[in-house]
């Protein structure tokens, strides 16, 4: 089943990433796709600052990989808008550390994403709007969608 959420404001995506935070488990995968501009990075900052990680927070566009180690949890974040068709960064890695994934542009690396996940499409309608529709793969993540939204 997908849950649709309609966001009218940077406001309320934020909102929506802390919400989504509070049902945080280590070894989390959250997969965003969407446009550019749609929201990505602004959902990250949400979960981010839930997390308690005070850095700002901004595309790992040169190293695909960031990690933030302050928070109640790791915080592994990648954007592989950049990434070559066969560049190996490891990615496989970060899914068994005992952290919360957040991938920008996942459908990229479709293949490589793990069976269970959640995934995330942010669809801009106009200049404040967004409907964001989510995607549970596995069990758990059909309870936390039913659990936030
Ligand atoms: N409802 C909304 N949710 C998220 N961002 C919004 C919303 N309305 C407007 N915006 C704007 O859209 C842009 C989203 O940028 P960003 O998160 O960097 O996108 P992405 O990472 O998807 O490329 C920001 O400039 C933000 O102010
Ligand atoms: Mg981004």
Redesign the pocket.
């Known amino acids: 089943m997908n849950y649709k959420y309609t966001?009218?404001?940077?406001d309320?995506?934020l909102e929506l990433a802390q919400n989504l935070e509070s049902e945080k488990f280590p070894g989390m995968v959250i997969c965003?796709n969407?446009?550019?501009?749609?929201?990505?990075?602004?959902?990250?900052?949400g979960f981010a600052h839930a997390l308690g990680i005070e850095d700002n927070i901004t595309?790992p566009t040169f190293n695909i990989v960031k990690e933030y180690l302050m928070g109640e949890m790791p915080l592994y974040h990648m954007?592989v808008y950049r990434i070559n068709e066969n560049e190996d960064f490891g990615v496989e890695d970060y899914f068994d550390k005992d952290g919360v994934v957040i991938i920008?542009w996942a459908e990229l690396i479709q293949d490589r994403l793990p069976v269970e996940r959640l995934e995330i499409n942010?669809k801009?309608i106009d200049?404040?709007?967004?409907i964001i529709v989510f995607k549970p793969f596995g069990d758990k993540y059909e309870e936390l969608c039913n659990a936030v939204l």
């Open positions: 966001s009218k404001s940077v309320d995506t965003l969407g446009d550019l501009g749609s929201g990505k990075t602004v959902f990250v900052k595309s954007d920008e942010i801009i200049d404040d709007t967004r």
